[in-house]
């Protein structure tokens, strides 16, 4: 596929906002001032300081797949879809398709970089008076997604954190609902308070992620493979085929473990969220998303495969006392101290998934406020004086987590729905812009793009994701029972009537899609607003 890098030609909104400038290769200050000059003309006052280069968003786009942790925490799907050659084929598929999905996004992130992403894109690509109702339901569709992203990625730390203690106890300790919520809820605090740093802080910590990533990674690979006696084969790994759901055709189950590569790798337009605190962004973010996917979906082959070779008996991952599948392998074939150590580790990286998580999943409230999509709107667009950021939307975002995953305590049926609910969100909040690229033909190139491919590559994008999505609301045991039934659906359907319903009852009196500059709200620098709300 060739990646080409153009000037960006001059393009239009819906709204006529005039054109963009073009962006300078370089990511100096003259490079920063041109990215400002973009975003003005997109309709937006600076209010960043540009402090993310090109090996920090890089490292960023990485930390938010945060491919060892995240599998470690979701690897139980491909085991349950059919063992072995479920766990490989479905991230061989599975990972193209949100491959596709992540160079879509970076192809449109390029022409329009803004901390709005693909909700914010539709005020180019849609006609004029689709884009209020387009925006608003993309957007809270986007927002739920990302909330319930993030509040997994907290559960899972937490989980993972307790796995690791289970192991020290030589599982005489197994984790309840109500320790992983409290360790949840405590973790989320946590993160939050880092996340009120300022922006050269967090670029500084999100650079040395990779380093990090990569070491634990390799070596839990490396220390696998020399400690495990009795090795699956490579047509073991690619063939063994074990279905337990219940589903026929029995292959049918295969498709429940493409969650795990979506979980992974579906999340790219998080990177596009930090485009106004990037340097160059209309080249360093497509950049960092695209660059980032490759290495993803190489690596999370190569360690899915150590993982199966080293594997045993699938059933007793699976029945675990840990409720950890891959800190019992390691226990299994490299005993207890590597156990704790590789487990911890994989702790420490979900930790690094979450901080720029919550830095993103912030800046989504902040875009949304400052187009005044969100109630008390005036409150989460502003800017601390200190650090620069949005802490108000910082605070919001970490307490929405935390409310999301009080539904643990209720139901672990009710939890995992919310859950499997991102993905799907998160998928439409981007087929909805890169139908209306396609349909109405409104989108221009930015300086990073996919060239002749791109439309081919768009509809694999569309094609598989929306399937793969639909897939996701069926349970993934039969017969159904009220505690294995897939409940994402009747959260899914909850989500657009609230949307569809705000929208009619508020939206619809008031919101005309993302700011113009005349329209857009000055960013003033004080929190205490809520008199004026």
């Not at 912030?362 to 650090?387: E, H, K």
């Not at 970490?398 to 009710?414: D, K, Q, R, Y």
Request: proline share 6%.
């Amino acid at each position: 596929m060739a990646i080409t890098t153009v000037p960006p030609s001059p393009r239009k909104a819906s709204n006529d906002v005039g054109p963009l400038p073009a962006a300078s290769p370089l990511a100096s200050s003259s490079s920063i001032d041109e990215a400002d000059k973009t975003l003005e003309a997109m309709g937006y006052k600076p209010v960043f300081k540009r402090e993310f280069s090109r090996w920090s968003s890089f490292s960023f786009a990485m930390s938010i797949s945060g491919v060892y942790g995240t599998l470690m925490s979701t690897w139980i799907y491909g085991l349950q879809a059919g063992g072995a050659a479920a766990i490989m084929w479905s991230w061989v598929m599975g990972g193209a398709g949100a491959w596709a999905l992540a160079f879509s996004i970076a192809e449109i992130a390029s022409a329009y970089p803004s901390s709005g992403a693909m909700y914010f894109t539709l005020k180019y690509l849609a006609p004029e008076e689709q884009v209020p109702i387009l925006c608003w339901i993309s957007g809270y569709v986007n927002l739920v997604g990302t909330v319930t992203g993030s509040a997994a990625t907290e559960y899972a730390s937490s989980q993972m954190l307790l796995a690791a203690i289970s192991i020290m106890s030589d599982f005489s300790y197994n984790p309840t609902t109500n320790h992983v919520v409290a360790v949840m809820a405590l973790l989320t605090l946590v993160h939050a308070s880092v996340n009120t740093l300022p922006t050269k802080w967090l670029n500084r910590l999100t650079s040395g992620y990779v380093v990090f990533h990569v070491a634990v990674l390799l070596g839990a690979c490396v220390f696998l493979l020399a400690q495990t006696k009795n090795k699956n084969t490579l047509h073991y790994a690619f063939t063994d085929f074990q279905p337990t759901s219940g589903w026929n055709p029995p292959g049918f189950a295969f498709l429940f473990g493409c969650l795990t590569p979506a979980w992974i790798m579906t999340s790219a337009d998080s990177t596009a969220r930090i485009a106004e605190e990037a340097k160059n962004p209309s080249r360093v973010v497509p950049q960092a998303i695209a660059n980032a996917t490759i290495f993803t979906y190489v690596i999370g082959f190569l360690f899915n495969l150590v993982l199966v070779l080293c594997m045993g008996d699938p059933r007793d991952l699976i029945n675990s006392a840990s409720g950890q599948p891959v800190a019992q392998l390691f226990f299994n074939s490299m005993g207890r101290a590597p156990a704790i150590f590789f487990t911890l580790a994989g702790f420490v990286v979900m930790n690094l998934v979450a901080i720029p998580g919550l830095q993103s999943g912030s800046r989504t409230i902040f875009a949304l406020a400052r187009d005044d999509l969100l109630p008390f709107s005036p409150v989460w667009r502003q800017i601390s004086p200190w650090s620069q950021t949005p802490v108000a939307a910082v605070w919001i975002y970490a307490v929405l987590e935390i409310v999301v995953n009080l539904l643990g305590l209720a139901s672990s049926t009710a939890i995992s729905a919310v859950f499997n609910v991102c993905t799907v969100a998160l998928n439409l909040s981007y087929i909805i812009p890169l139908v209306c690229k396609m349909l109405y033909g409104r989108f221009e190139k930015g300086p990073w793009n996919l060239g002749r491919w791109s439309t081919a590559v768009n509809v694999v994008a569309v094609a598989w994701n929306g399937f793969i999505a639909v897939i996701f609301f069926f349970p993934t045991v039969l017969p159904v029972t009220p505690e294995n039934m897939n409940y994402a659906i009747v959260v899914f359907i909850f989500v657009l009537m609230f949307a569809f319903g705000f929208w009619f009852t508020h939206g619809k009196h008031y919101y005309k899609g993302p700011k113009t500059l005349t329209q857009a709200p000055e960013t003033r620098y004080e929190l205490a607003l809520f008199s004026q709300v």
